[in-house]
C-alpha cells in the first residue's frame, strides 16, 4: 500500500509561533450515550483512558492516544493513523449490542501544531476563535469545538507553548494559511502576558 | 493668524520636526502633534467647505467630534477619505488633500449655494425633485450623484493588512481619562480581568488640560502615578489608540485599534479590531462641549472654548492672537485664563447669564480680563476667518452694541456627557435640568445575559464633570463593576479634589434669544451637512414632530460626526419650536460605531487568499498541474475541464466526452456528500427523509433516491448504499453535504429524538473517483484485487476490498450511461489510486474530465442535475420521477406539500426534452413564448429551459427544460425568447436523448 498523504504533506511556518504538519494521525468519530456503563468500559479497552469530562480531553502520558470530548454524544479517539482499523474493529466489539456509530475520519481531518511561547501561542489562537484563551480560563485538558475565522475547527493545549488544531482536510490550507498570516511577527498582540 | 507658541504643547516633542503636505504645500510640525495642531501652527485655518452650502470651514474641535476638518489622506493605495485632522497624528511624510470643493479650497465655485440658500432649505430634495418625473433620470439624479458625498472614494485596492483580537474579561474600561483610570485601579485591585482603552495616543483626557490637584498632587502626577501602577498588574492591560466602538447584546464589545496610522512605515496590521466578551464594561467616555447657536458660528476662527485651550496647552498652539469668549457657564473661563496667562489678548468674556460666573470668573477679572455679563454674540464678523464680533444683549433680538475685532472666537454652550456606548445596548438617559445635559439613567442600564445591568457610566460621561465629583464617582463605577463579577474591593477612599465653586449653566439654545430669522439662518447647528436653527423650525412648522423625522428632513446629525455636536443643540431647538420641553422631543438613536472604523478592519484577516476557505480535494494540485480551468462549485474548487495547449473550453469538453463514451474517462467526484447513518431506527429515518423506500434496499445494493423539504420540494438527490444491516451510506449532491447532514439532524433533534440514528458526515474521508468508459471494468481488473465482472458486480451493486493495494469500495453506478464505477479511497490514499488509474488507463487513452462534461453525458441521459432542474419550486413529479416516490408509504417529508392543490395542478409545467430545428444550443434560462401579454404588458410564457449544452456525441444542441403539459406535446414546436429579441424553434422530446434502453451502462 503506498504511504498516507495528509493534506498539508508536511508543511512548516516559522513566526510568532511555530506551526507544524503533523502527519496523517489516526482519528474516530464517536457516537452512543456517554453515560452508559458500556461507553467507558470500551474507552479503558480500547484507549486506556477515561471519559473526559464536557469540553475537556484526556491524554496517555506519551501522548500517543486521546479521547476528547466533542458534544454531549460524541468523543473524538486520537491514535496512531495504522492503528485505526483494529481500534475500530475494538470499539465496535466492545459496544456490541448497545446504540453507536464508530467512524474512521482519521482521512477527514488535518492536525496542526502550533508550538512556541506560551502567550504568543494562546494570542495566535485568540485571532482566530472566539474563545477565552486565558490561561486561567483555558487550561491543558481542555478543548473547544469552535471556528477559525470562516471554517469549523477545534482546538486544545497539549503541553504548555503548545496547542493541537484540528480542522477539516479539504481547508487544511486555509486553516495553515490564516495561522500563518496571525503568527506575523509584526502582529504580535502581547495580551497574554 | 493662528501660530505656534514659543514654548508649551505637552505632547511636543519640539526637538524632531516632522514635514507633512498639505493640498501639495510642504509644512513643518513637531512630533506629537496631530494634523489638527499642525495645520493651526501653520496658519492653516481653513481646512475644508461644507456639504451643501460649500461654506468655509475650520477646525472647531480637538477630538473626535470634529464635524469640519475632514481631509483625504494619503496617496494611491493608502488613500482614505474623511479622515478628522483632529484624531489624525502628524508623521513624516503625510499627506492630505482638502475635499469637497472645486476648483480649489480657496475658491469654490460651490460655495455659490450659500447665496442660494434660502432657496436650499430643509427638505429641499424631497420638495424639489419630485416634479416633473421625466427630469429625475437626467437631470436630477445627474446633478445629485455629482455633489453627493464629501471625499473621494479610494480607487487602488487597500495595501494594508488588518486582523481580529477576541479577548474575554472581567471588567472593560472604555476610555484612559482619570475616571477610567480610576475605576481601572478599584477593579484591578480586588483581581478583576481588566481591560482599559483609550481612543487617543495620551492617558488622562481633559484633566490634563483642565488641571487641578489629586490628593494634594497635581493631577499629572496622580495620572502618571496611577497609570504605572496599573502597568505593574498583571490582571490589568492597558490599550492606547484603541476606541471603544460599539457596545452590543451580552457585553460584547468591538475595540477598534489603530496600530500603524502614526507610523504607516511600520510593519504589520494597521488595525486590530478587538472583539472584547466583557462580564461589565464601564463607560468613562467623557463629556462633548456643545457650541453656541449664534449668526456666523461657522466661520473659521469660532471653535469650542475647550478646543483652543487644547490647543494651547497639549500642542503649544495660540488660534488667534484676540480671542473672544462666549459661554453660559463657568468652564470657558478656563480658556481665558489659559490664554492670558500665556500673553494672549482676550477682549471680554460674554457671558449669556444675566448673574455672571463664579469663582473662575472672578479669577479672570483679577487677571483684567473685561468681563460682559447677560451679553451675547450678534454676529460674527468675517468670510474665511473672523474678523470679529458684533455684541449684544442676550435677552434682546440682537441689536448690535458693540462691535470688537478679534481673530477668534471661543464659544461653549455647555457639556454634554458622551452616552453613546452606554446608549447602544438599550442604556436610558434622564434630562438633568441642573446641569442641561443628557446623562445616563442609573436604574435603567443595559441588561446583560441575566437580566443585570451591563454597563456603568463613570466620571463626565455619567455627567459628574468636576474633577472631585468625577473621581469620586469613577471609584464607585469600579467598585460596583468589581463585587457585579466576584471579586472583592479592598478597602479604600476616593481620591479627593477640590473643585472649584461654580455658578450654574443657563441653557441658551439660540443666541440672542431672541434672535431674528435673519439672524436664525446664520446660526448654524450641524456645520458638516448645513443645517441651521432656521431649518430644524422650518422642519417643525411642516409637521416633522419627531425628532427622528425632523433629523431625516433636515438632516441634521446625519454627516459623518453623527451629530456629535449638533444633536442637543438641534432637539432643544426642535423642542422650543414645538413648545415642549426637551426630554419629550427626547433623542435621536445612538448606533455603533462611536466613529467611523475602517472597512479593513471590519474584514480582518480576510483578504488575498484567506479571502474566503478554498476547500481542496485530495487531487486538487493534481488538477492544477493538469491544466484545469476551474469552476468554482460551493467553496470548492473542481476542474470545469482540463485544457490543452490551444485548445478552447468548448473543445476540451467536446473531447472529454467522446474519449468517455468511446473508451476510458475519470472523473474526482470527491466532494460528493457522504452521510452514514446507523442504527436500529435508521431504516425507518430514511424512509421519512427519501421519497422512495430504503429500508428494504438489501445490504450490498444501492438505489436512487430523491429529498424534499416538507413543502414538497426537491431539495437533493442520490444514491443510498446498505452497508449493514443497521448502516447505510448516503451520497449527497456536491452543495448538499453540509446542508442535508444539518438536515438530518435538525429532524433527529426536534421531531424524531426518540429515534435510535446517528449521523457522520464523512464526505472529507474518501477520494471518490468515477472511472466511466467501455474500458472501465478493465482497468480496473489491471489493477487487481477484487472481482468487478458483470455477473459478481452487477449494476446499482457496491462491494468492499482492494484495489491496487488500497482499501477501497466500488460502487457500480452511473450518472453517465456507460459502463460505470465510483471508487472510494481513503483521502490520504487518493492521489496515489488516481495515479495508478492513469497509467493503467493509459493504454485505453485515459482522461480525466471535468464538470462539464458530466453535466453534457447526463444532459444526453436525460438525469436531472439538482440546481438545473430544481430550484427551489419544482416537486418531483413535474421531473417526471414519479416513479421514485413510493405510494406505499404512509408518509415521507414532502408529502403532504406534494398533495396541495397547487402541488396537483395539471398545469404545472412538466420536464421535456427539447431540440432546435436548427440544431442550435439554446440559451439557458430562456423562456417559451404564448401568445399574448398579461396584465404587465409582458408576453406570457409557457415553458422554460432548465440545461441546455452542446451534445458532442449527437453533434447537436439538446436541452430540458419545464413546458406546460410538456409530457402530452411530444412532437409539437414551440418558440423560444432570445435576449436579441429573436427566438428559436425547438420540438419539444423525449429528455433522453443517448441509449434510451440503458444497455451501455449495463454491461
Redesign the interface.
Known amino acids: 500500500?503506498?504511504e498516507?498523504?495528509?493534506?498539508l504533506n508536511g508543511a512548516s511556518f516559522q513566526g510568532l509561533v511555530t506551526l507544524r504538519d503533523c502527519g496523517?494521525t489516526g482519528m474516530i468519530?464517536l457516537?452512543?450515550d456517554l453515560a452508559a456503563p458500556a461507553m467507558a468500559q470500551a474507552l479503558d479497552k480500547v484507549m486506556g483512558l477515561p471519559l473526559p469530562a464536557p469540553r475537556r480531553i484526556v491524554a496517555q502520558a506519551d501522548g500517543t492516544r486521546q479521547v476528547a470530548w466533542m458534544s454531549p454524544?460524541e468523543l473524538l479517539l486520537i491514535l496512531p493513523y495504522e492503528q485505526v482499523a483494529d481500534a475500530l474493529a475494538a470499539v465496535d466489539a466492545a459496544l456490541a449490542g448497545t446504540?453507536?456509530?464508530a467512524?474512521?475520519?482519521?482521512?477527514?481531518?488535518a492536525l496542526i501544531a502550533v508550538t512556541g511561547p506560551d502567550a504568543a501561542m494562546r494570542?495566535v489562537l485568540?485571532?482566530?476563535?472566539?474563545?477565552?484563551?486565558?490561561p486561567d480560563?483555558f487550561p491543558q485538558g481542555e478543548i473547544r469545538r469552535t471556528r477559525l475565522?470562516?471554517?469549523a475547527a477545534a482546538f486544545w493545549i497539549t503541553q504548555a507553548g503548545q496547542a493541537h488544531v484540528i480542522c477539516?482536510?479539504?481547508?487544511?490550507?486555509?486553516v495553515f494559511?490564516?495561522l500563518s498570516?496571525?503568527a506575523?511577527p509584526?502582529?504580535a498582540?502581547e495580551?497574554f502576558? | 493668524m493662528s501660530t505656534r507658541l514659543a514654548t508649551g504643547g505637552r505632547f511636543l516633542n519640539r526637538g524632531r520636526q516632522v514635514t507633512f503636505r498639505f493640498n501639495g504645500k510642504y509644512l513643518k510640525g513637531f512630533e506629537g502633534d496631530t494634523l489638527a495642531s499642525a495645520l493651526l501652527a501653520n496658519d492653516q485655518m481653513l481646512m475644508g467647505r461644507s456639504f451643501k452650502y460649500h461654506r468655509p470651514r475650520g477646525v472647531v474641535a480637538s477630538g473626535a467630534e470634529e464635524p469640519n476638518a475632514l481631509v483625504g489622506l494619503g496617496k494611491g493605495a493608502r488613500f482614505e477619505p474623511n479622515q478628522r485632522v483632529t484624531t489624525t497624528e502628524l508623521f513624516d511624510g503625510l499627506q492630505a488633500e482638502s475635499q469637497n470643493h472645486w476648483p480649489s479650497l480657496d475658491y469654490d465655485i460651490g460655495a455659490v449655494n450659500t447665496y442660494l440658500s434660502r432657496f436650499l432649505p430643509a427638505g429641499f430634495y424631497y420638495k424639489m425633485f419630485l416634479y416633473p418625473r421625466a427630469f429625475w433620470k437626467h437631470v436630477y439624479e445627474p446633478f445629485i450623484r455629482m455633489s453627493a458625498g464629501l471625499g473621494k472614494a479610494p480607487k487602488d485596492a487597500d495595501a494594508d493588512r488588518y486582523e481580529h483580537f477576541n479577548a474575554a474579561v472581567d471588567v472593560l474600561v472604555i476610555g484612559g481619562g482619570v475616571a477610567g483610570l480610576q475605576a481601572a485601579l478599584v477593579a484591578g485591585r480586588a483581581g478583576a480581568r481588566v481591560l482599559v482603552v483609550e481612543q487617543t495616543a495620551h492617558w488622562g483626557g481633559r484633566a490634563l488640560v483642565d488641571g487641578g490637584t489629586v490628593d494634594g498632587q497635581p493631577v499629572d502626577t496622580w495620572i502618571a502615578t496611577v497609570v504605572s501602577e496599573l502597568e505593574t498588574m498583571s490582571n490589568v492591560t492597558l490599550r492606547l489608540r484603541c476606541m471603544g466602538a460599539g457596545v452590543y447584546d451580552h457585553g460584547y464589545v468591538l475595540g477598534y485599534e489603530r496600530l500603524r496610522d502614526h507610523a504607516p512605515d511600520m510593519d504589520g496590521p494597521r488595525h486590530r479590531l478587538w472583539k472584547i466578551r466583557a462580564r461589565q464594561i464601564v463607560t468613562a467616555t467623557g463629556a462633548i462641549e456643545r457650541p453656541l447657536s449664534f449668526a456666523g458660528n461657522d466661520v473659521p476662527g469660532v471653535m469650542l472654548a475647550g478646543a483652543v485651550r487644547d490647543y494651547a496647552v497639549n500642542w503649544g498652539v495660540s488660534i488667534g492672537d484676540r480671542v473672544v469668549i462666549a459661554t453660559n457657564n463657568d468652564d470657558a473661563y478656563r480658556t481665558a485664563i489659559t490664554l492670558k496667562a500665556m500673553g494672549l489678548h482676550v477682549p471680554v468674556i460674554l457671558d449669556a447669564r444675566a448673574g455672571g460666573g463664579g469663582a473662575l470668573a472672578d479669577q479672570a477679572r483679577a487677571l483684567g480680563i473685561r468681563v460682559e455679563n447677560g451679553k451675547a454674540i450678534a454676529k460674527v464678523k468675517g468670510g474665511k476667518r473672523v474678523t470679529g464680533v458684533a455684541i449684544c444683549a442676550q435677552a434682546g433680538e440682537g441689536a448690535v452694541l458693540e462691535e470688537i475685532a478679534c481673530d477668534a472666537v471661543a464659544m461653549s454652550g455647555g457639556w454634554s456627557p458622551v452616552v453613546h456606548l452606554w446608549s447602544h445596548c438599550g442604556g436610558k438617559l434622564i434630562w438633568d435640568a441642573d446641569q442641561a445635559m443628557f446623562r445616563p439613567d442609573p436604574d435603567r442600564a443595559p441588561t446583560g445575559a441575566d437580566g443585570g445591568a451591563m454597563v456603568i457610566a463613570a466620571g463626565a460621561a455619567n455627567g459628574a464633570l468636576d474633577l472631585g465629583a468625577a473621581l469620586a464617582d469613577a471609584h464607585q463605577a469600579g467598585k460596583a463593576a468589581a463585587t457585579a463579577t466576584g471579586h472583592a474591593t479592598k478597602p479604600g477612599q476616593a481620591p479627593k479634589a477640590e473643585d472649584v465653586a461654580q455658578a450654574p449653566i443657563a441653557p441658551v439654545w439660540m443666541m440672542p434669544q431672541g434672535a431674528s430669522y435673519a439672524l436664525r439662518a446664520k446660526s448654524w447647528l450641524d456645520f458638516q451637512n448645513d443645517v441651521k436653527v432656521s431649518d430644524v423650525q422650518l422642519a417643525a412648522q411642516e409637521g416633522f414632530t419627531s425628532v427622528e423625522h425632523a433629523k431625516r428632513y433636515t438632516t441634521l446629525g446625519m454627516a459623518t460626526d453623527q451629530g456629535k455636536l449638533s444633536n442637543i443643540n438641534g432637539l432643544a431647538t426642535l423642542a422650543k419650536s414645538l413648545n415642549t420641553d426637551i426630554p419629550s422631543v427626547g433623542t435621536t438613536t445612538f448606533r455603533p460605531p462611536y466613529t467611523p472604523i475602517s472597512m479593513g478592519a471590519i474584514a480582518g484577516e480576510a483578504r488575498g487568499d484567506i479571502f474566503q476557505p478554498l476547500r481542496r480535494t485530495p487531487l486538487h494540485d493534481w488538477h492544477a498541474t493538469n491544466g484545469a480551468f476551474w469552476e468554482p462549485v460551493g467553496h470548492w474548487r473542481r476542474p470545469y475541464c482540463y485544457l490543452r495547449p490551444g485548445e478552447s473550453q468548448h473543445d476540451a469538453v467536446a473531447r472529454e466526452v467522446k474519449q468517455t463514451r468511446a473508451s476510458l474517462g475519470l472523473l474526482d467526484a470527491s466532494t460528493l456528500g457522504k452521510l452514514v447513518v446507523k442504527g436500529p431506527d435508521a431504516g425507518r429515518f430514511l424512509d421519512m427523509l427519501y421519497t422512495n423506500m430504503m429500508s428494504t434496499l438489501p445490504v450490498g445494493k444501492c438505489r436512487y433516491g430523491l429529498m424534499c423539504s416538507e413543502n414538497g420540494f426537491l431539495i437533493d438527490d442520490g444514491v443510498v448504499a446498505r452497508m449493514s444491516e443497521d448502516t447505510w451510506l448516503c451520497h449527497t449532491t456536491t452543495g448538499g453535504a453540509d446542508r442535508i447532514h444539518a438536515h438530518m439532524e435538525e429532524w433527529l433533534q426536534t421531531e424524531w429524538w426518540d429515534w435510535q440514528v446517528y449521523v457522520a458526515n464523512v464526505t472529507e474521508q474518501y477520494a471518490q473517483f468515477a472511472v466511466v468508459g467501455p474500458n472501465a471494468r478493465k482497468v480496473l481488473e489491471k489493477l487487481g484485487g477484487m472481482d468487478v465482472s458483470k455477473d459478481t458486480l452487477p449494476f446499482m451493486q457496491w462491494a468492499e476490498g482492494t484495489l491496487a493495494g488500497i482499501p477501497a469500495r466500488v460502487f457500480r453506478i452511473s450518472f453517465s450511461g456507460e459502463l460505470s464505477y465510483e471508487i472510494a479511497v481513503p483521502a490520504s490514499h487518493g492521489r496515489p489510486f488516481w495515479e495508478r488509474l492513469m497509467a493503467e488507463g493509459a493504454e485505453f487513452g485515459a482522461m480525466p474530465y471535468g464538470t462539464e462534461a458530466l453535466h453534457v453525458m447526463r444532459a444526453e441521459k436525460g438525469f436531472i442535475m439538482i440546481g438545473d432542474e430544481t430550484d427551489g419550486t419544482v416537486i418531483p413529479q413535474d421531473l417526471g420521477l414519479g416513479w421514485a416516490i413510493s405510494k406505499k408509504k404512509a408518509d415521507y417529508i414532502g408529502k403532504r406539500g406534494q398533495e396541495r392543490s397547487h402541488m396537483v395542478d395539471p398545469n404545472r409545467w412538466q420536464l421535456v426534452g427539447l431540440e432546435t430545428l436548427d440544431g442550435s444550443t439554446l440559451p439557458d434560462g430562456a423562456y417559451a413564448l404564448a401568445d399574448g401579454t398579461n396584465a404587465n404588458g409582458q408576453r406570457k410564457t409557457q415553458g422554460r429551459v432548465t440545461s441546455t449544452y452542446y451534445s458532442p456525441t449527437l453533434g447537436r444542441g439538446i436541452a430540458m427544460g419545464l413546458v406546460l403539459n410538456g409530457p402530452a406535446r411530444m412532437g409539437e414546436v414551440i418558440s423560444f425568447g432570445k435576449t436579441d429579441g429573436t427566438d428559436v424553434k425547438a420540438r419539444i422530446v423525449d429528455q433522453v436523448f443517448y441509449d434510451k434502453d440503458g444497455e451501455k451502462q449495463n454491461v
Not at chain 1, 4 to 7: E, G, L, T, V
Not at chain 1, 126 to 134: E, G, N, Q, S
Not at chain 1, 168 to 174: E, P
Open positions: 500500500m503506498s498516507p498523504f495528509s493534506a496523517p468519530t457516537r452512543g454524544d446504540h453507536h456509530l467512524e474512521n475520519v482519521s482521512d477527514a481531518r494570542e485568540a485571532k482566530l476563535a472566539p474563545v477565552d484563551l486565558h480560563h475565522a470562516q471554517v477539516f482536510r479539504s481547508v487544511a490550507h486555509y494559511d490564516l498570516a496571525a506575523d509584526a502582529a498582540v495580551y502576558g
